[in-house]
């Protein structure tokens, strides 16, 4: 397996499950991103961590809970969930947070909320 | 407020032609831009960039063009193919602390052909 990895690649859950999203990266980057798109807004920026330390968060409600136990793996635990955070969750790697190279993102996940 | 703006949702071209997707910006600290293709069930992949100290980059059939005193740049594309049919992101980076890019919207491109 190449590149960044997205599992599941679609999830539809009620707002009183826990789930949790993950994003697995094969390129040895020190940097990795959780994005989310909705349906005709911009690319959100929720979370970025370099070298497994969380060094931004977007101001994301606390129902969204990230994970980064290893510079290769990065998780999304959801809890309680609202219909509105239906979205396509992005999860994106790059060499390092600080530098000037490009992101290599995941193929998402499509998440459904009922 | 948004600091990276895609102001046509869609954009539909016959192949062959011209291609050119807008992109305008607000924030004056961002120095580096870069262009996403995003394909359907696929994540975004990185197209182009440009520095703010040119105005024109090229690679093969993709022109990136940059004015910085109008904060606007363009993707152009030619000639159009098929297969260019994606949405296009268009990002802006700044020295304030981050590096990380804030995305416009996107634009759906067409390409019949």
């Known amino acids: 397996e190449t590149g960044v990895t997205q599992t599941p690649r679609h999830l539809v859950m009620g707002m009183t499950n826990k789930k949790s999203l993950k994003c697995e990266q094969h390129?040895?980057?020190?940097?990795m991103y959780w994005y989310k798109q909705s349906a005709k807004k911009p690319l959100e920026l929720m979370f970025v961590y370099s070298l497994e330390e969380r060094v931004e968060n977007n101001s994301v409600p606390s129902r969204f809970s990230p994970e980064c136990p290893n510079s290769s793996h990065l998780f999304l635990h959801l809890h309680t969930l609202q219909p509105e955070d239906s979205a396509l969750y992005l999860c994106?790697?790059?060499?390092?947070?600080?530098?000037?190279?490009?992101?290599?993102f995941g193929p998402g996940t499509r998440l459904t909320v009922l | 407020d948004q600091q990276v703006k895609q102001n046509s949702p869609s954009l539909s071209v016959q192949e062959g032609r011209i291609s050119i997707l807008n992109c305008d910006y607000t924030?004056?600290?961002?120095?580096?831009f870069l262009w996403y293709k995003k394909y359907p069930a696929e994540g975004p992949t990185f197209l182009i960039s440009i520095s703010s100290i040119k105005d024109k980059n090229e690679d093969g059939r993709f022109t990136v063009f940059l004015n910085k005193s109008a904060k606007h740049l363009s993707l152009h594309i030619v000639p159009s193919q098929p297969g260019d049919s994606a949405v296009y992101f268009c990002a802006g980076r700044g020295t304030g602390g981050s590096y990380i890019p804030t995305f416009g919207r996107g634009t759906s491109l067409i390409v019949h052909p």
């Open positions: 994106a790697s790059s060499p390092t947070s600080g530098s000037s190279d490009e992101q290599f």
């Open positions: 390129l040895g980057h020190n940097a």
């Open positions: 924030n004056s600290m961002f120095d580096y």
